[in-house]
């Protein structure tokens, strides 16, 4: 079996690759690059636009609704069947706009892929376009150089890799060319002999061998894992997919009622088929695309004011419905900022107030405020930390930034919030000379003049300094270093280390004014240790607060993240996760999927993962029925992104690949955004549920009001364009506002939605069934009493009206199931009002003008008939608010679990 590549030394890697260390020839290039392809991810298939306006019309609804306006054609009733086919064009565009989710997350990962990269070929550094290395490739790397495939390092000096948006991890990775063993390089992250495309060169430069090129890298896995990704229906989607079929269930089983009906009343065909026309228009909610999209636009606008940007229609409904949000660490739960929060000196721990790199913040001994000019230690220590350091503070219009290392960068930042300026530093003590940071000497050291002599100003690891040094600083005074003294300095070592935090110790050595160069020779043995420096990138203090109200609200936070273990649980901590264990990514890929699914309800923190792992945890939840929302901002996001029933990705740090594989962004990266999200998702869902509620049981009342009618008077009461005025004009009317109804306030107080539990709901069913009844025997006594009384069309306008004017005192019903219209208040939701006024209107216009009456099969009624009208169709209202106050939850089984 073929080892693999970071087991192998660099000789063995160079004759696995037929390669040499002056890179390949031009030919040899080319031949490579006709056998392996271009070093290039390939692209997905989109659907054609014309097939996904097509599949607008695969609905059982729409069959319905096809074979009505085909019956409409031959029975010649052409104005029905024109405004039948305009209603289903209607609803395709309409679904066709909601489509909002272009398949461009390859084109994002294209956009990542260096476009150029220099190599060496035929002994002589060129570059060349990123697609055209192949493997065997000697690429040059160097500080700022984005990674244009996978590659084996060769040579390295001080090379340092960010590979966050690869692997999650916040610092930079340290690379080698040392061979790694097996067992010691399980995951991306540990694997510091190698080099992946993507990732960007933050320090150092390299050569590395090409061993990977295209969909064969890292990326290209993660690529192809999108690809995989099947989109599921989301909760709406299914709600409404169900929906569809009970309502065709019934449109047919009237239909055979009233066919029966029919003939046993001596009816011909041609009323038959006219009346299953009718019957068909009223079965199916015309309105309810374009009430429903609506509903969510318009939800997808507030929550963009709350920072939440939605790139699909239909997450907005999903995210109320999460059940468990499983989010990235770095840059998402903490700024992905590292921060000194402790210093230790003289024995002493000094805290550092502030967040990220913004240079404000307190320190604060014994709880008291300390000035950093009152405590000469302290400044020293500051000092050398910005002077020994390659980092630099951009504090521009877009405050701010680190120039470098995270970890130099952090030092540089603690004293900016002393005052102390890094230029003026550099100025009073201009560096002479120095010695970089190398991994194997875990130490970086400076020479400046001081006083007329020379200095040399240490940092690194402790126990490397503590090796070093003679003597420590105390009180201001330089002591002997004693045994018991570096144990005391150990100790507070592995305090902070054990919470997670990287330390730093800090040191300094007086040198002759003679020195010119520095050689280690002249500090071992002859510094004086200052103190120690902890840093971490702290969780946002808005993500603390956002997890304990999902704690509240029902929903849980699973940490998910590439970073070591120590330091997920040292967050995680801080967030407030600790009802769970922690799982690597190792023990993870040990466990099959059942048993992962098992574990589940136990795990709260995920270290070091790699992207497939978080697409298995992913899947493991929605596994046991769970609705998952997945945040994150890297590559190594994208494929749980999309498999997550919501994904939400970073707006501000997030990839392009993040983004355009997530449902929802976060304009302001803030974990809190969630919450708000969380919350007004669950309104309109509770919106959706009231629209839904008043559009059903005008279809019901509809299509009981025929079967009534048939059986006891033989006739239709309404014609299918009557109908169709009701369903779309009087019903999107009035139903609309239903969807803009102002929030209760209690929603993140109510458990999540069981995902089991969609838009419809037992009591819900019942409610309708219960209304719909009152309805279709108030419209068939209006048109039964008028029958033998007036004509057959001021009849069917008699009973239009009465069907008309239920909409309008529903409306009111419909805002709430359990709190009545007073409670919530009359004028709270003034849109409906106006709504309602316009639909009265509109009716007025129907039933008066001329040029409507011939359209519509109407008549002018008088006062006396309408007061008819008005008295039975208030009837519903009085009837519903009264059952509101003596039975508010007759009607909630089934609302938020299984009946």
Request: with cysteine.
């Amino acid at each position: 079996m073929k080892r693999p590549w970071f087991q192998l030394n660099v000789d063995e890697t160079l004759q696995e690759l037929g390669s040499r260390r002056a890179g390949l020839t031009e030919e040899e290039a080319k031949d490579r690059l006709l056998e392996y392809g271009p070093n290039e991810l390939q692209k997905q298939k989109k659907t054609p636009r014309i097939v996904a306006f097509l599949k607008q019309f695969l609905s059982p609804l729409i069959y319905v609704l096809l074979v009505a306006a085909v019956i409409s054609l031959v029975v010649e009733h052409y104005i029905d069947a024109g405004v039948i086919m305009g209603v289903l064009l209607l609803n395709a565009i309409i679904g066709y706009m909601q489509e909002t989710r272009a398949e461009q997350a390859m084109e994002a990962l294209l956009q990542l892929a260096a476009p150029k990269a220099k190599v060496r070929r035929d002994g002589a550094i060129r570059v060349v376009s990123a697609g055209e290395i192949a493997p065997g490739d000697m690429i040059i790397l160097e500080a700022g150089d984005m990674v244009p495939a996978d590659a084996r390092i060769i040579e390295a000096s001080n090379l340092k890799v960010s590979e966050a948006t690869l692997t999650g991890e916040s610092l930079p990775t340290e690379k080698h060319t040392s061979v790694l063993r097996e067992d010691v390089a399980v995951t991306l992250a540990e694997r510091k002999n190698m080099v992946h495309m993507g990732t960007i060169v933050s320090y150092g430069r390299a050569t590395a061998a090409t061993v990977a090129t295209g969909m064969s890298t890292e990326m290209g896995r993660i690529a192809q894992a999108i690809q995989e990704v099947k989109p599921e229906k989301t909760p709406l989607q299914k709600s409404i997919s169900k929906l569809s079929k009970y309502l065709v269930v019934l449109f047919l089983t009237i239909c055979t009622l009233l066919v029966i009906v029919g003939l046993l009343k001596g009816l011909t065909w041609l009323d038959i088929f006219l009346i299953a026309v009718a019957a068909a228009v009223s079965a199916i909610p015309e309105g309810l695309p374009a009430v429903v999209t609506v509903v969510l636009a318009l939800g997808m606008r507030t929550m963009a004011r709350r920072n939440a940007i939605i790139r699909k229609l239909v997450a907005v409904e999903t995210l109320g419905a999460a059940t468990v949000i499983c989010t990235d660490k770095t840059g998402t739960l903490t700024r992905n900022e590292m921060t000194v929060g402790r210093i230790v000196i003289g024995g002493e721990t000094i805290g550092l107030s502030g967040e990220g790199y913004e240079p404000k913040g307190e320190f604060r001994r014994d709880g008291q405020f300390l000035s950093s000019e009152s405590d000469p230690s302290l400044t020293l220590l500051l000092r050398i930390g910005v002077l020994c350091n390659d980092a630099l503070l951009s504090t521009g219009d877009e405050c701010c930034s680190i120039l470098g290392d995270p970890t130099e960068g952090a030092l540089v930042v603690a004293a900016a919030k002393a005052g102390m300026d890094k230029e003026n530093l550099e100025k009073a003590f201009p560096r002479l000379d120095e010695i970089p940071f190398q991994s194997e000497k875990r130490y970086m050291a400076t020479l400046h003049p001081q006083d007329g002599g020379r200095v040399a100003y240490v940092k690194g690891a402790p126990e490397k300094i503590l090796s070093f040094s003679k003597h420590f600083l105390s009180d201001g005074q330089v002591l002997p270093l004693l045994e018991a003294d570096a144990r005391h300095i150990q100790e507070a070592n592995e305090a902070m280390a054990g919470e997670a935090m990287r330390v730093i110790a800090l040191a300094y050595a007086e040198l002759p004014p003679e020195t010119s160069k520095l050689e280690e020779v002249d500090l071992r043995g002859n510094l004086v240790y200052v103190g120690l420096v902890g840093m971490d990138d702290p969780p946002r203090e808005e993500a603390i607060e956002a997890v304990s109200l999902c704690k509240q609200a029902g929903i849980r936070v699973v940490m998910i993240t590439g970073d070591n273990k120590v330091t997920a649980e040292s967050v995680a901590r801080q967030l407030g996760l600790t009802s769970g264990i922690s799982v690597t990514g190792v023990e993870l890929a040990e466990m099959t999927d059942e048993e992962l699914a098992i574990q589940m309800e136990s795990i709260s923190v995920f270290a070091r993962v790699e992207p497939l792992h978080k697409l298995r945890i992913v899947n493991a939840f929605k596994s046991r029925g769970d609705v998952v929302a997945m945040t994150g901002d890297g590559v190594n996001d994208a494929p749980a992104l999309k498999a997550a029933d919501i994904g939400i990705a970073m707006g501000i740090k997030g990839t392009d690949v993040a983004k355009e594989a997530s449902d929802m962004v976060l304009a302001d990266d803030n974990f809190a955004s969630i919450v708000a999200a969380v919350d007004e998702g669950r309104t309109i869902f509770n919106r959706l549920r009231n629209v839904i509620f008043f559009l059903l049981s005008t279809n019901t009342g509809e299509l009981f009001a025929f079967l009534l009618s048939l059986i006891f008077v033989g006739q239709a009461p309404l014609l299918a364009v009557q109908i169709i005025w009701v369903n779309l004009v009087t019903d999107t009317a009035v139903g609309l506002p239903l969807g803009l109804e102002p929030k209760i306030g209690d929603e993140l107080k109510q458990p999540p939605r069981h995902p089991k539990v969609g838009l419809l709901f037992p009591g819900l069913i019942f409610r309708v069934a219960f209304l719909a009844g009152m309805m279709s025997v108030g419209v068939f006594a209006i048109f039964s009493w008028s029958h033998g009384r007036v004509s057959l069309d001021e009849a069917r306008t008699m009973a239009f009206c009465t069907l008309v004017a239920f909409e309008w005192f529903r409306a009111f019903n419909a805002r709430s199931d359990e709190y009545t219209v007073f409670k919530l208040g009359i004028l709270r939701n003034r849109y409906l009002l106006i709504s309602i006024g316009v639909a009265v209107l509109l009716q007025m216009v129907v039933v008066y003008a001329p040029f409507m009456q011939v359209a519509f099969h109407t008549v002018p009624i008088g006062i006396a008939q309408w007061g008819i009208v008005l008295g039975i169709a208030g009837s519903i209202f009085t009837a519903e608010e009264l059952r509101k106050v003596i039975a508010p939850r007759l009607f909630s089984r089934g609302k938020w679990v299984p009946a």
